[in-house]
């Protein structure tokens, strides 16, 4: 936690950085980073920051998984994307474990961090056999989608940058 001093009404006090924005009432107050080193997205400019939605989970989602935006009598819903079949692409990922019926945040673009034993500097396709994940192997069975997801940047961190998915025949 940062503490700074600052002339209030005349007094110096020791005031507290500000980690996260409420709005118009925290205006010209000093920021301080995170716990992660970053500043929170509540802090940036309208249209600045994180391109997410939230939306409810379809079905249990695990941190770092690849999802599949569609509508679920009219309401878009978050589920696993996968490559085993048509209609499931990736079209974004989440960061956080996320119950059936309870609220997403799906992240539509950038890195996702919460996956594990990736070959760094591979690049990254969504996985046929277990949905929900990216894998360096191409799909080759008949009709499974072919689609890249992005790069792997280190060990546990992907670049998702999402292309056309491609049906095998």
Do not use: C
């Amino acid at each position: 936690m940062a503490k700074y001093l600052a002339l209030i009404a005349g007094l110096t006090r020791e005031v507290i950085g500000l980690v996260a924005s409420a709005g118009a009432a925290d205006a010209n107050k000093i920021v301080e980073t995170g716990s992660n080193g970053r500043l929170d997205t509540s802090l940036l400019p309208a249209g600045i920051g994180a391109d997410t939605e939230q939306m409810p989970a379809s079905e249990a989602l695990a941190a770092g998984d690849l999802v599949h935006t569609w509508s679920n009598a009219g309401v878009t819903n978050a589920r696993k994307a996968d490559a085993s079949a048509t209609g499931k692409r990736a079209r974004g990922f989440v960061l956080s474990a996320v119950a059936p019926g309870a609220t997403a945040t799906v992240y539509f673009e950038g890195r996702d961090d919460q996956l594990s034993g990736l070959t760094p500097g591979s690049d990254l396709y969504l996985s046929p056999t277990t949905p929900g994940r990216a894998t360096n192997a191409v799909p080759t069975g008949t009709g499974q989608v072919v689609q890249p997801v992005g790069a792997a940047i280190n060990a546990t961190t992907m670049n998702f940058e999402p292309a056309e998915p491609i049906v095998l025949a």
